[in-house]
């Protein structure tokens, strides 16, 4: 059975670079009938914290990963690690390292100067019984390092044969002074008793794994299949970072993302469902996806796509379901609570088409709730000097007496009204349809002016106009 696990550590929040890792392990799981693990990698004691577990297991719920076991978490299984290092110790293959970390700085330092590479000098391999003797009377703190003595090699099911020489792989620590199992230690552990039959990562991992696949060799285990995928890049072409926008999961979701729409993205960064095709739900992607499909070569991360595709994803929900999903984001601004359900609802289906965040509803439309707040006249001005629109006080007074004399205001009704006076004033429809909407908006743009007249609705309208008469026009 295919068996994958995805095992952050919560030494900070979820990225990107991690979610795709684990949308990945977790379509490759339900496609394969498989089981999906999420295990904490919480060895880093001093930089590890619940509230980043939280956020952790918070983010996977959001994107829909549910796994089918775990958390486990690798500080409560130290006593597992433990009977596995008596194993090595009896094997003589790892040595007690006395050095602190001060030290092999300060060692690492003057190679660097030399212009030499650092790797570990094996300097407490070469420790007399005398010096040995000394440091534990002294009760320095000592960690174990897994002596290499043999180069390594793996078949990634991605690049092919990976093969690495002994000389450049240091003498690793397995468990560190205070106790506690490294990384590698205890990814090799876990992974071989939890039974996980790929291993799917970063290709920054690629390091790692040569030390795992010795430590899998001295126990005599058979390693699992590895993936090592590409990274995902920045628009410059190097490692995504804070610099080119990479955030916490989380902010995508607090900023107004579609989990669906996210994850749809992630996937595409290194994988193809084939036939061009973009817009992938992810059951689909779950019946499509193999391994065959992953790319060798990163990604660009491009925000402006990711923001297209929230935007397909947001057109193709029904209104009720949009305004459920716009509710943390709208649900305590002005005006809200005093409109009608149906009146939101009419407002979402016009707004729809422009929405690509859902934190940007506000700022769209928030002049169906509350009168404009502020009229953007530095744009309207520039409408009236290339003669789209004009500043015409009697005309918008004609225009304001026309609105209260209509007994229907529709969208139809409206549109023909306002055309015929345009065509009655002898000017083009354009420079008093821009005024009305700017009046009524305090925008230039937007959806079509008379379907957002209707939803307003006559008595609105004609306050709004008013006002702009009286108080705006002579900003202008």
């Not at 939280?54 to 829909?64: A, D, H, L, T, Y």
Request: charged letters at 35%; one cysteine or more; hydrophobic letters at 35%.
């Amino acid at each position: 059975m295919v068996r994958v696990r995805i095992a952050p550590s919560p030494t900070g929040f979820l990225h990107v670079g991690t979610a795709r890792t684990a949308i990945y392990n977790f379509l490759f799981a339900r496609n394969k009938g498989g089981k999906f693990v999420l295990r904490i990698e919480d060895t880093d004691l001093e930089r590890s914290s619940k509230e980043m577990t939280e956020v952790i297991i918070e983010s996977f719920r959001w994107m829909g990963l549910n796994w089918d076991e775990g958390p486990y978490f690798q500080s409560e299984r130290r006593d597992i690690y433990k009977k596995h290092t008596e194993e090595l110790i009896k094997s003589k293959i790892v040595y007690s390292c006395y050095c602190t970390k001060e030290e092999i700085g300060e060692r690492k330092r003057r190679m660097i100067a030399e212009k030499k590479a650092w790797r570990y000098d094996r300097r407490c391999l070469n420790l007399t019984e005398e010096e040995r003797e000394r440091f534990e009377r002294e009760g320095r703190p000592k960690a174990l390092r897994f002596k290499v003595d043999k180069s390594s090699s793996f078949h990634d099911l991605l690049h092919g044969r990976i093969e690495r020489d002994k000389n450049d792989i240091e003498d690793f620590v397995i468990i560190k002074s205070d106790g506690m199992a490294t990384y590698n230690f205890a990814c090799v552990i876990d992974d071989h008793l939890m039974e996980i039959s790929h291993v799917m990562r970063g290709e920054d991992h690629i390091s790692n794994t040569h030390k795992q696949i010795l430590l899998y060799e001295a126990f005599g285990w058979k390693p699992p299949e590895f993936i090592h995928l590409p990274l995902i890049l920045g628009s410059d072409r190097s490692k995504l970072s804070k610099r080119h926008g990479a955030v916490s999961v989380l902010d995508y979701r607090d900023e107004g993302f579609l989990p669906e729409a996210f994850v749809n993205f992630l996937a595409l960064l290194g994988w193809s469902p084939g036939e061009d095709r973009e817009i992938v739900p992810l059951k689909e992607m779950i019946g499509i996806f193999s391994l065959e499909r992953l790319s060798k070569r990163g990604a660009v991360f491009d925000p402006k796509k990711l923001e297209w595709m929230n935007g397909q994803y947001i057109n193709g929900l029904n209104n009720k379901e949009l305004l459920n999903r716009l509710l943390p984001f709208i649900g305590d601004k002005l005006g809200i609570k005093d409109k009608e359900e149906d009146y939101i609802l009419s407002v979402i289906g016009l707004l729809k088409e422009r929405i690509s965040i859902l934190s940007k509803f506000w700022d769209l439309g928030s002049y169906f709730f509350v009168k404009p707040e502020s009229y953007d006249i530095e744009s309207f001005s520039k409408y009236v000097k290339k003669g789209r629109a004009e500043v015409n006080k009697e005309r918008l007074e004609e225009i304001i007496r026309a609105f209260k004399g209509l007994k229907d205001f529709d969208t139809e009704i409206l549109e023909t009204y306002v055309r015929d006076l345009a065509e009655g004033m002898g000017i083009k429809p354009g420079l008093i349809i821009h005024p009305i909407r700017f009046a009524l908006t305090g925008k230039t743009v937007g959806p079509g002016l008379f379907e957002l007249m209707e939803i307003l609705g006559k008595d609105e309208c004609v306050e709004r106009l008013e006002y702009f008469v009286e108080k705006i026009i002579i900003k202008i």
